[in-house]
């Protein structure tokens, strides 16, 4: 289970590789995003059905359930285009730690305050050790003597995009699970998500006059197979996190995917891999690597 847990991990960092190499042929994020978010959707309701469960949902739930239980494929949306914009610009492994800084600031905020009804889980001195040593780590990935891709300012303001990335992605964790527990089915949840997502970005992409035609470049160009498959390479991370957190439970399954994630990250970034740009990791980014795990794990398990 724990290998799993790992693999989920490994992942996500292939989907920011292949999103990426398809947003090279689509010309744009927001069809890449919307693309993305499309392909998984066949692979969700086989998934749905596999599990007994229906595509349909009562009625009643817009009168008897918040409002915030559908916004999580709007999380998910926004957070995907932040992360195939971010790729090209600061590499495999920022684009894997920073959202994570997000991710852990917004869902201490969550389980501290009881958001969404999740269960309350105090800010206690371990969790702000835990905080502390993220942060850390996060500054030593980051940090370089001269820039590469863009000038020092701009790179902070992707880097900001990132770390709102990641937030989202924590609410839409909360929110999903409550959803979940309402349909009573996990794929089912993960389905109305990412329906409301492709539908998000079907609006993006026309408001922001990008054309939907992008995505027949690839075929007439002849691109890898592969570039298609971020999307379910994103439902198969929703539906195993799922799954894994009822057998594991959400700390050690958050640990230990993001340890796989961030380790694919700086192999993918080290040989450029999937056709990704070739960047050589430096000592100080594992050794942030290797803080930022312990800091999760002070928050997730103590």
């Known amino acids: 289970m724990f290998a799993l847990a790992m693999a ?10 292949v999103n990426a190499q398809l947003r090279i042929y689509v010309g744009s994020a927001y069809v890449t995003s919307w693309v993305s978010f499309t392909v998984a959707l066949p692979f969700l309701i086989i998934m749905t059905y596999v599990t ?10 817009f009168e008897t359930e918040p409002f915030y239980i559908w916004i999580g494929g709007l999380c998910g949306a926004v957070a995907l285009m932040s992360n195939v ?27 501290h305050n009881g958001w969404f009804q999740v269960p309350h889980y105090a800010f206690g001195w371990a ?56 349909l009573h089915s996990a794929p089912h949840a993960a389905f109305i998500s990412f329906f409301v997502g492709m539908l998000t970005l ?12 992008q995505v027949l470049t690839p075929f007439r160009e002849k691109a890898p197979w592969w570039i298609f498959l971020g999307g379910i390479l994103g439902g198969t991370f929703v539906l195993a996190n799922a799954y894994l957190a009822g057998v594991l439970g959400t700390g050690q399954t958050v640990v230990f995917a993001l340890f796989g994630q961030m380790t694919a990250s700086v192999i993918v970034q080290q040989f450029g891999l999937f056709h990704s740009e070739k960047n050589r ?17 002070m928050i997730q398990l103590l």
């Open 281 to 297: 990791v430096r000592l100080m980014q594992i050794m942030g690597l290797v803080i930022i795990i312990v800091g999760i794990a």
């Open 202 to 213: 079907a609006c993006i992409v026309v408001v922001t006059k990008h054309s939907f035609r």
């Open 85 to 111: 914009l971010l790729f090209p610009v600061l590499g495999s492994v920022q684009t894997a730690i920073l959202p994570i800084v997000g991710m852990t600031i917004m869902g201490m905020l969550i389980d």
């Open 127 to 182: 969790r702000f050790i835990g905080l502390l040593l993220v942060l850390t780590g996060v500054v030593l990935v980051v940090y370089r003597k001269k820039t590469v891709v863009v000038s020092t300012n701009r790179q902070w303001l992707w880097r900001l995009l990132g770390i709102v990335g990641g937030l989202l992605l924590a609410i839409q964790v909360a929110v999903n699970g409550r959803l979940s527990t309402v």
């Open 8 to 17: 989920i991990g490994v992942i996500m960092a292939i989907q920011s590789a």
């Open 52 to 61: 007994s469960a229906s595509l349909g949902f009562p009625l009643t739930l």
